[in-house]
Structure formats: structure tokens, C-alpha cells
């Protein structure tokens, strides 16, 4: 245990002296993250520092290698050089990858050819996932699939803390609570060499967040995203070759990562539905919504961080081998996540966007935009109010609305005139929805339009709004060449300025001269 603390301790006293030099090295690179309608950040806030959250990592490691006299822990690493060497070989290039795109950027296919590349040489390594073991299940075998699952498992877990990383302190916060989780299972197992990666892992966190936290004055950037999304996704499954025991399942590294993996599905599906690209950047994250809410920058890491702990507790308990501790920690996530999700109204989020692309082609919509192009030279027939009327009434037919009204404009209710449509009734019990325009300017006007209809959405459609202000627009034209009572009040014209007396002579004076 003294051993974990020290390199834990190392690693956070490096990590803390290295980032603000690291700051000043990105300023002076033009590797900052400007402000921008997805980053909640008001000024240019300098990143890369992922580099000193790597060479503090390795400085507390390679420690052990320097103490006097002999070290289980270095023996350990010695003995594991492959895995060591897949870390350092992997989450070397996983930093220089997001330095690169931390300064110059780096297309998302080329970013993800290297993701692969770095999990199938941690695959070639040692870090495998042969079977995992499910509580309640059993144990299950991947054969032939081996490698396809651990690329898929180390690729996605390095883009979700990269999705993760959008507020102050968010992705490395959340990355300590999974660390810690792989620090404790390994500790309970007899796993040195794990124990030793998350302690280095966690005192680099820790050191970082001195700084990183709300207010931020430097951020990992993609850098430190993807080197610590590298080291949890091969560390989760480092001992994956111990097949008896849950901890090694995939369950448990879920479990601890449930806030980023769970924002990363929803980013998927969410794009997904929106016909995106699923690489594209969007404000719909978890932390987006919760600002969105109103939620303040700092309250809403602070929330994140206790859902995250909840599930780190939740994920030890499953690693206990316990089947009454696995089914109460799985059943205490489970209604966490439940509960956060309603929280976040990330299920409204996706219904909402459903009915707004719904209403791009709505049938009220449709009905009006086909009848419209008829309506000009109707309205131009009419040559008295009357027959402006007969033309509303044909329109509120045609466009199977439920009435419209002629109102005073003002608060007074009582209609002047009012067109039914008696097949307008809605059988199925649509909401009847109602939209109000003045005909003419607002403060001209002398009457209003009022049109009314049943919605399969209980509200009126942008585009509805619009073909309904163009139709108003043609009766207040036609109104005004009848000559109707209803027709706005003509604008008064400007009054000429007086010309200033005194400067009377000096402008005759100047036009005398130029002649």
C-alpha cells in the first residue's frame, strides 16, 4: 500500500509543477480553445494539457525503478514490460495524436485509424478480452472475437472521455472515479501492476485539477482526453486472463464509466436520428443539457461527479463476488441512471426534435402552401368587402380550418365577424390551436385575424405561421383597395424640417459660390 501512495503522491506533485509550464508552452503554440457556441468558456482558454498528465504518469512510474533496494512493485512492471510497453508505445501516440489535433487538427477518420491501431497493438500486448464474466450468467467465451471486441471496447472508451471532456473539471473528474474504481478491484485482487497504473493515473488526474477545475485555467484538450481514455480502456481489461473472477468482467468497467458511456450511445442514436454525421460536434451532451436547464457551470460538475461516484460504489460492489452486492449496486445504478436520465429530459430531447421535423411537412402546412398560389387572384376578384369576406369563407373551407374571426383590434373579445367550418371537427380529439395577426403594422392596425385549427402537435408550426402572415398580408392589401373600414390607418407623412434660419444665409452663400 506505501508503495501506491508514493507513486500516487509523485504523480501529482510532477503533474502540478509541469502544467503551468505546459500552459505557457501552449500560448505560445496557438493551442488554445477559443469561444464558440458549443464551449461554455467566455475567452481563448489555453489546452495540451494531456502532455503533463503523461509525463507525470511516467515520471511515477519510472520511480520505482530508481528507489534503493528492491521494489515488488518495480519487479511487477518488469515482469508486465509487454503491458507496460503497450502503455507507453499506445498512450504516447494517443498524446502526440492529440497534440496534433490540439494545434493543427486531425480529420475524425485519420483519428480513428490511429484509435484502432494503438488498441490492436495494446491486443498484441496482453491487454485482451478473452471472456468476461457476467453475475447471474456465468462466464462467456469471445474466441475468434477477441480482438474485434477489445479494439471496440479500448476505441470507445477513448472517444467517451473524449465526448465527456466539455466542462471544467467534467472528464477528468469523472476519470478519477473510474480510476479509483480499477485502483480498489485491483487492490482486493492482488493485481500489482493495475494497482500501481491507476495510482500514477489518479495522482496525474489530481495534480491536473489544481488547475482544471472551474474556473479552468488550462484544459487536457484531445491530448490528455485520449491518453487517459487509452490507459482506462486497457487497464479495465488488464487482467482480463483471470477468468473466475467478476472483477475482471466488462460490467464492472461499465458500471464506473456509466456517465461517459452513456452520453456517448445518446450522442450516437442522437446524431443518428438527426441524419448526421455520428463524428459531428453538437450542444447536446449531457452537460449541455444540464446548463441548458439553468444549471450553473461549476453545480452541473458537481452533479456529474455524484452520479459518477454512485457508480463507482456500484461497480466495487459488483467486483465483490457477492450475488446479494451485485443485484443491490446493479439495481442502485440502474434507478440512478433512470433517474438522470428523466432529470436531463434527454427522452423529451429526442421526441421534441422528432416533432419538429414532423412539422417541416405538417399536414396543416401542406394544405395551406398547396391553396396559396389559388389566393391572389381571388382576392384580386373581389371588389367589395363583401366579397372579401366570401373569399375568407371559401379559404377557411379550402384550407380545412376550424373558423377564423374578424376581431377589433384591442381587448375586446366579441367577434365582428366569424367563419365556421363545420367539417373542420376533429374526431380523434386533436388540441384545437389558435394564431392571431394584426392585418397591417401593429400600431396601424385597426383589426385583427384570427384562424383556428386542430393540431396533431397542440401548437402552430413555424411554417404555418408564415403562410398564414402571407395570406393576412394579401387581405389587408385587398382591404385597403375596397376601401374598408378594416383597413389599417394610412401612415401619416413625414412633415419637411424647417431649415435653421441661421444657416439659411450660409447655405445661399455656398450655392452662390459653387455657381
Not at 9 to 15: D, E, G, L, P, Y
Not at 222 to 251: C, E, I, N, R
Not at 403 to 411: D, M, N, R, T
Not at 450 to 469: A, I, K, M, N, T
Amino acid at each position: 500500500m506505501k508503495a501506491y501512495v508514493v507513486i500516487f503522491s509523485i504523480a501529482t506533485v510532477v503533474c502540478a509543477i509541469l502544467t503551468p509550464i505546459v500552459r505557457k508552452l501552449a500560448l505560445r503554440l496557438g493551442a488554445f480553445s477559443p469561444p464558440s457556441d458549443r464551449n461554455v468558456h467566455s475567452q481563448p482558454i489555453p489546452r495540451l494539457g494531456g502532455v503533463a498528465i503523461l509525463i507525470a504518469f511516467l515520471a511515477a512510474v519510472g520511480a520505482m525503478f530508481l528507489v534503493s533496494g528492491p521494489s515488488w512493485v518495480a519487479q511487477t512492471i518488469q515482469e508486465e514490460w509487454r503491458k507496460f510497453l503497450a502503455l507507453l508505445l499506445g498512450g504516447g501516440a494517443m498524446c502526440l495524436l492529440g497534440v496534433r489535433d490540439d494545434t493543427k487538427g486531425v480529420r475524425a477518420l485519420y483519428k480513428l485509424a490511429v484509435h484502432v491501431l494503438a488498441a490492436v497493438l495494446a491486443y498484441g500486448l496482453g491487454f485482451r478480452i478473452d471472456a468476461i464474466s457476467i453475475p447471474f450468467v456465468g462466464e462467456l467465451s469471445m474466441g475468434v472475437f477477441a480482438l474485434p471486441v477489445t479494439v471496440v471496447w479500448i476505441v470507445g472508451v477513448i472517444n467517451a472521455i473524449n465526448l465527456i471532456d466539455g466542462l471544467d473539471g467534467l472528464a477528468a473528474g469523472i476519470v478519477f472515479c473510474a480510476g479509483l474504481t480499477n485502483l480498489v478491484v485491483a487492490y482486493i485482487t492482488g493485481q500489482i501492476f493495475v494497482a500501481a497504473m491507476m495510482s500514477a493515473l489518479l495522482g496525474s488526474v489530481l495534480g491536473f485539477l489544481f488547475y482544471n477545475f472551474n474556473p479552468a485555467r488550462i484544459f487536457m484538450g484531445d491530448s490528455g482526453s485520449y491518453f487517459l481514455g487509452y490507459v482506462l480502456g486497457t487497464m479495465s481489461v488488464a487482467g482480463s486472463a483471470q477468468k473466475a473472477s467478476t472483477a475482471v468482467s466488462l460490467l464492472v468497467p461499465i458500471i464506473a464509466l456509466g456517465v461517459p458511456i452513456f452520453d456517448t450511445l445518446f450522442a450516437i442514436l442522437r446524431r443518428f436520428l438527426e441524419r448526421r454525421p455520428i463524428f459531428s460536434p453538437d450542444r447536446g451532451h449531457i452537460h449541455h443539457r444540464l446548463l441548458d436547464m439553468g444549471i450553473t457551470h461549476r453545480r452541473a460538475v458537481l452533479i456529474l461527479y455524484g452520479v459518477s461516484v454512485v457508480f463507482t460504489v456500484a461497480a466495487i460492489a459488483v467486483s465483490l463476488d457477492r450475488s446479494w452486492a451485485a443485484g443491490v449496486a446493479i439495481l442502485v445504478a440502474s434507478v440512478v441512471m433512470l433517474g438522470f436520465v428523466r432529470f436531463v429530459g434527454y427522452f423529451d430531447y429526442l421526441h421534441t426534435r422528432a416533432r419538429q421535423r414532423a412539422r417541416l411537412r405538417s399536414r396543416h402546412a401542406e394544405i395551406l402552401r398547396f391553396l396559396l398560389p389559388e389566393l391572389p387572384a381571388l382576392f384580386a376578384a373581389a371588389e367589395t368587402e363583401a366579397e372579401v369576406w366570401k373569399v375568407m369563407q371559401a379559404l377557411v373551407q379550402r384550407g380545412q380550418l376550424r373558423f377564423a374571426e374578424l376581431l377589433p383590434k384591442g381587448a375586446q373579445p366579441t367577434a365582428i365577424t366569424r367563419w365556421s367550418n363545420e367539417e373542420g371537427l376533429d374526431p380523434i380529439g386533436h388540441e384545437l390551436v389558435r394564431a392571431t395577426y394584426p392585418i397591417g403594422r401593429e400600431d396601424l392596425a385597426r383589426a385583427e385575424l384570427r384562424f383556428g385549427w386542430h393540431s396533431d402537435y397542440g401548437d402552430v408550426s413555424p411554417q404555418s405561421e408564415v403562410l398564414l402572415q402571407v395570406i393576412v398580408d394579401l387581405v389587408e392589401a385587398t382591404l385597403r383597395r375596397v376601401g374598408s373600414e378594416f383597413a389599417p390607418v394610412a401612415p401619416t407623412a413625414p412633415q419637411p424640417s424647417q431649415p435653421d434660419k441661421e444657416a439659411a444665409p450660409a447655405a445661399a452663400e455656398n450655392r452662390a459660390s459653387v455657381a
